[in-house]
């Protein structure tokens, strides 16, 4: 397995940025998306974005499109969320994810998650 540890979150007044962490450990040989999952309080957990660990491929969600950058450091199995232009509905949970090559498109490998929250 892989396991993953998120760090950078806190508190942002509205229009500020963040930049999120996730480091990973473990078998990381086998990482082929490196993601990333917010879950807001009584909300279900929605997907963010996700990078593909070898191409560097990118996906966001509609609601943090030229907002939010996802980007990765191999050499230091690790990857990361810049957000900018912070609303207060992306106070979340924020958690990091990966899906291994042995189980094609599963989150298998989860963070327990970092607090971000948007001020008004």
């Known amino acids: 397995q892989v396991q993953l540890v998120e760090s950078g979150g806190g508190l942002v007044e509205a229009g500020g940025s963040l930049r999120l962490s996730c480091a990973a450990s473990g078998r990381t040989f086998s990482i082929y998306l490196m993601g990333w999952f917010r879950q807001a309080p009584g909300k279900e957990r929605e997907f963010v974005a996700a990078?593909?660990?070898?191409?560097?491929?990118?996906w966001y969600a509609d609601s943090v499109k030229g907002r939010f950058t996802i980007s990765r450091d191999n050499a230091k199995n690790t990857v990361f969320l810049q957000m900018n232009s912070l609303k207060p509905d992306d106070t979340a949970v924020y958690y990091c994810a990966v899906t291994r090559n042995e189980t094609p498109g599963r989150y298998n490998d989860w963070g327990r998650g970092t607090q971000v929250t948007v001020s008004s």
């Open positions: 990078i593909n660990w070898s191409g560097g491929s990118t």
